[in-house]
């Protein structure tokens, strides 16, 4: 009798590594053991015509599992536009990236982390947003000269007032979000606290320490005799553990809308502590403007329904791009959404 065994694993493997498995059982070779049939002594065909059945069979159930394995794969394309921590879980990206996350992603993470700890929710951004929460929930009325400093990208389509919907210039946009979602906090004696660690956009001129697409993170809380003293005590306290050694804060006067009074906030370079005239990260000014703050004005507070007599709260908002360099010793923010594998392969 002819021996089909080797036959089949022959064809098992083709199936196996083909994308067109189906094709493999119009093969020439299967067909050959068919035409056979007929040559063979009567006594010994009936037996035969059953085993080339039985491969036939077993050929059959191959090609079926093949072609689920071959779909599943198709269900899972690679998504572009996931951040690079989503991705990196396939192996070829592993392959590629050594697995490691995307700075931003890990950065994002333990500041989420020492917030958290500190007692504030963390929630998401959007990226099409509407001027509401961009500027009048934030106290720039239409016509404000301060809407201009934003650089803000607009979009065609335009929201139910006429208005263009916009990407958003700052993560402050989802302060009204979190006063209102939040505000039943207050009744029960609780406090507002959240942050916002995301993206935003400006239509910017492009350099070393400018990109049109970075993060922010904002703060926001609210309860009773809420102070300044509070608002530097809360920054001062993240950005320690956040950079794990003892800092210096300056709290200089500002303008924002939406803060009063309103702060600029450097702190010590962590760096050259001011010792070093040619430090990178300071210019040897000793000190490094990092975040805009102060305590919510009132209108903001009115607009999300919290009777301002009552309550006080803060906000800050706080480049993380800018933290990172920081922290790393960045030379240039673009490297940062440059998808650079060389940068990337260092975190
Ligand atoms: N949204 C401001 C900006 O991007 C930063 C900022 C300043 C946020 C003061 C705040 C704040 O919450 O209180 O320039």
Same mark, same amino acid.
């Given at each position: 009798?002819?021996?089909?065994?080797?036959?089949?694993?022959?064809?098992?493997?083709?199936?196996?590594?083909?994308?067109?498995?189906?094709?493999?059982?119009?093969?020439?070779?299967?067909?050959?053991?068919?035409?056979?049939?007929?040559?063979?002594?009567?006594?010994?065909?009936?037996?035969?015509?059953?085993?080339?059945?039985?491969?036939?069979?077993?050929?059959?159930?191959?090609?079926?599992?093949?072609?689920?394995?071959?779909?599943?794969?198709?269900?899972?394309?690679?998504?572009?536009?996931?951040?690079?921590?989503?991705?990196?879980?396939?192996?070829?990206?592993?392959?590629?990236?050594?697995?490691?996350?995307?700075?931003?992603?890990?950065?994002?993470?333990?500041?989420?982390?020492?917030?958290?700890?500190?007692?504030?929710?963390?929630?998401?951004?959007?990226?099409?947003?509407?001027?509401?929460?961009?500027?009048?929930?934030?106290?720039?009325?239409?016509?404000?000269?301060?809407?201009?400093?934003?650089?803000?990208?607009?979009?065609?389509?335009?929201?139910?007032?006429?208005?263009?919907?916009?990407?958003?210039?700052?993560?402050?946009?989802?302060?009204?979000?979190?006063?209102?979602?939040?505000?039943?906090?207050?009744?029960?004696?609780?406090?507002?606290?959240?942050?916002?660690?995301?993206?935003?956009?400006?239509?910017?001129?492009?350099?070393?320490?400018?990109?049109?697409?970075?993060?922010?993170?904002?703060?926001?809380?609210?309860?009773?005799?809420?102070?300044?003293?509070?608002?530097?005590?809360?920054?001062?306290?993240?950005?320690?553990?956040?950079?794990?050694?003892?800092?210096?804060?300056?709290?200089?006067?500002?303008?924002?809308?939406?803060?009063?009074?309103?702060?600029?906030?450097?702190?010590?370079?962590?760096?050259?502590?001011?010792?070093?005239?040619?430090?990178?990260?300071?210019?040897? /000014?000793?000190?490094?403007?990092?975040? &805009? @703050? %102060?305590?919510?004005? #009132?209108?903001?507070? $009115?607009?999300?329904?919290? !009777?301002?007599? /009552?309550?006080?709260?803060?906000?800050? &908002? @706080? %480049?993380?791009?800018? #933290?990172?360099?920081? $922290?790393?010793?960045?030379? !240039?923010?673009?490297?940062?959404?440059?998808?650079?594998?060389?940068?990337?392969?260092?975190?």
């Amino acid at each position: 009798m002819i021996d089909t065994s080797k036959l089949k694993s022959e064809l098992l493997l083709e199936i196996s590594s083909t994308d067109a498995p189906r094709t493999v059982l119009r093969s020439d070779k299967l067909k050959d053991l068919y035409s056979q049939i007929p040559t063979l002594p009567p006594e010994q065909r009936g037996d035969f015509g059953r085993l080339v059945n039985q491969l036939k069979n077993e050929l059959e159930q191959a090609v079926v599992e093949r072609e689920a394995e071959l779909s599943k794969v198709e269900l899972e394309p690679i998504d572009v536009t996931a951040p690079m921590d989503v991705n990196s879980n396939r192996p070829e990206m592993i392959a590629a990236t050594d697995g490691s996350q995307h700075p931003l992603s890990q950065e994002i993470t333990k500041i989420a982390d020492i917030f958290n700890r500190m007692g504030y929710l963390v929630e998401e951004s959007r990226e099409v947003d509407d001027q509401f929460h961009m500027f009048e929930s934030l106290n720039f009325p239409k016509g404000h000269p301060a809407r201009d400093d934003y650089d803000t990208f607009m979009t065609e389509e335009v929201d139910e007032n006429g208005d263009r919907l916009i990407a958003p210039a700052h993560t402050s946009t989802m302060q009204n979000r979190i006063l209102k979602k939040y505000r039943s906090n207050l009744d029960k004696g609780e406090a507002i606290a959240a942050i916002v660690p995301d993206r935003v956009f400006r239509n910017e001129d492009l350099d070393s320490r400018h990109e049109h697409t970075f993060y922010q993170i904002e703060g926001v809380y609210v309860a009773k005799n809420v102070t300044v003293g509070n608002l530097i005590a809360t920054l001062k306290e993240f950005l320690q553990e956040y950079y794990q050694q003892d800092l210096d804060v300056r709290v200089n006067p500002f303008y924002f809308p939406f803060t009063e009074p309103s702060f600029e906030f450097a702190l010590s370079c962590p760096f050259c502590k001011g010792q070093d005239d040619s430090c990178k990260v300071c210019s040897g /000014e000793g000190w490094v403007e990092l975040l &805009g @703050c %102060g305590l919510i004005h #009132l209108n903001v507070l $009115k607009m999300a329904d919290i !009777d301002p007599s /009552e309550y006080t709260g803060f906000a800050f &908002g @706080c %480049g993380i791009d800018r #933290l990172i360099m920081m $922290k790393h010793q960045i030379e !240039d923010i673009r490297h940062l959404e440059s998808a650079k594998l060389d940068f990337l392969k260092q975190f």
